[in-house]
């Protein structure tokens, strides 16, 4: 299994940026992804997760109200649109999914987890 994020970019204060995460490979199904961020000097961070079916969400507080996360599994993508990004926003992005490779794997509630390579954005003041 391989993800692949695009979008990342330069913006400035203000502005907005779609990040995108496709998932290829060998999926049976994907139980729930994530956006994780990680700033120059600091740790990777939770930045918003989605479940298999988009029913729940979960934001940091930190982006809660200027981010969306979404998915569309017949794409097996997900994305997460970014408003009135900050400058504290500059990070490099990375895509986290939770898949079961197989049936038998679901059955037996056995997921493995799969980053992407990680995408950067920087929000200039």
């Known amino acids: 299994v391989q993800l692949v994020e695009s979008g990342g970019g330069l913006v400035q204060a203000g502005g907005s940026l779609t990040l995108s995460c496709a998932a290829s490979g060998s999926i049976f199904s994907i139980k729930a992804m994530g956006w994780y961020r990680q700033a120059p000097g600091k740790q990777r961070e939770l930045v918003a997760t989605i479940t298999n079916n988009g029913g729940s969400t979960n934001y940091a507080d930190s982006v809660k109200g200027r981010f969306t996360i979404s998915r569309d599994n017949a794409k097996n993508t997900m994305y997460l649109q970014m408003n009135n990004l900050k400058p504290e926003d500059t990070a490099v992005y990375y895509c986290?999914?939770?898949?079961?490779?197989?049936?038998?794997?679901?059955?037996?509630?056995?997921?493995?987890?799969?980053w992407g390579q990680g995408t950067l954005v920087t929000v200039s003041s």
């Open positions: 986290n999914a939770e898949h079961f490779p197989t049936l038998a794997t679901m059955l037996s509630s056995r997921y493995l987890e799969v």
